[in-house]
């Protein structure tokens, strides 16, 4: 009787267990929720792990670059000499203005204090010549902004007529190969345009720029090879772009040579007549010369005026029909499309 009743007695607390699992799930589903609970807390540990070790290797990186670069180089402000016998370690600033003397002077005081600068060239095609009072200031800003004695000259490029293609008049005596165009109204970091600037001189017969714009095959009249212009929404939608706009980009001092003597004359009269699209003409330039891309270079600008040419209406339509009138003239479409983007990964998370 003794070994019968040990051997129900187990039984029955196995099925009174049973049964308070099924009556109250409490237990089981605490047990469950504890254990999810310490997997999320493990992955979250690792993530954050994974994330101290990344920035603990980047900073280490950088401070590796930093102290070899303090080692083998000479510090910036010396290494970009304005010598006319090394015309490749310094650039001309050429600033396209009309009548924003305020601009003017806020972008003339800026750009004189970036390293690579030797000269600053403003293109001036008003009526009226420069007053003194104002040529005082500009030359007074540049010359309290240059650096341990980088003397910057200043000069004003007087026109007798008011075209566009005086921003690509060819400039006599410059010092330096490399040009950097701007408008008045557009500011950029110096350190941005420094690093454009060595991009250009590992490729110094293309164009490196800020402002990319692209060529689109318009797919609407198959019969015709015809274009349409693509504005930044759509080189940032696609990442494509063919052109940097003279607005803020760098290119080799021959290209005002071509631009003013080689390039069509129809294309010059064009420009002047519709007042639009020098900037294009000069993209279809170097793009015929190099039969290459430009350089699209990652950077902030800042742009401080609103009444430019953009700025009217019907400004992508008259684009459109510049392309096409261009390469009309030119007998095929010079323009070469490319997806390649320069970023100072020094300075840059995403790159």
């Known amino acids: ?75 910036t402000a010396s290494f970009f000499p304005a010598s ?27 750009y004189s204090k970036c390293a690579g600068v030797n000269s600053i060239h403003i293109v001036w095609s008003e009526p009226n010549r420069p007053s003194d009072l104002l040529y005082e ?5 540049v010359h309290s902004n240059s650096i341990r ?27 330096s190969d490399a040009i950097f165009s701007i408008d008045d109204d557009v500011i950029l970091p ?38 349409f212009y693509g504005g930044w929404w759509s080189v940032w939608w696609t990442g494509t772009y063919s052109m940097v706009l003279s607005k803020a980009a760098f ?19 064009y420009a002047t007549k519709n007042r639009n699209c020098e900037d294009i003409a000069m993209a279809f330039l170097i793009a015929n010369e190099t039969g290459a891309p430009p350089i699209w270079v990652k950077g902030r600008i800042f742009e401080m005026g609103s009444s430019g040419i953009s ?6 339509e008259r684009r459109t029909q510049c392309l096409n009138d261009f390469t009309a003239m030119y007998g095929r479409m010079p323009l070469v499309a490319t997806n390649v983007k320069a970023i100072d990964s020094r300075s840059s998370w995403l790159w």
């Not at 187990?10 to 310490?38: D, E």
């Not at 600033?95 to 800026?110: F, G």
């Not at 017969?205 to 689109?216: C, D, N, S």
């Open 251 to 269: 290119f080799h001092k021959k290209y005002l040579h071509l631009y003013s003597t080689n390039m069509s004359q129809s294309i010059r009269n």
């Open 137 to 141: 200031v500009l030359r007074e800003a």
């Open 84 to 110: 006319p016998s090394i015309p490749r370690k310094a650039y001309t600033v050429l600033i396209n203005t009309w009548k924003r003397n305020d601009l003017l002077q806020k972008s003339v005081i800026h």
């Open 1 to 75: 009787m003794r070994s019968g009743n040990h051997s129900i007695l187990p039984s029955s607390r196995r099925a009174t267990q049973k049964l308070r699992l099924l009556v109250s799930p409490t237990a089981a589903s605490g047990s469950i929720k504890a254990s999810t609970a310490a997997k999320m807390k493990a992955l979250i540990s690792i993530c954050i792990g994974i994330t101290i070790f990344l920035i603990a290797a980047r900073a280490a990186s950088a401070l590796a670059a930093l102290a070899f670069h303090r080692l083998h180089h000479r510090p």
């Open 311 to 316: 700025s009217l209406g019907n400004h992508e």
């Open 190 to 227: 110096c350190k941005s345009v420094d690093f454009a600037f060595s991009v250009w001189k590992s490729a110094p017969e293309t164009m490196v720029g800020f402002v990319p714009r692209m060529h689109w095959l318009d797919n609407s009249n198959s019969s015709l090879d015809r274009y």
């Open 149 to 175: 004695g980088n003397s910057i000259e200043l000069i004003f490029d007087l026109n007798q007529e008011n075209s566009l293609n005086n921003r690509f008049k060819e400039v006599k005596d410059l010092k």
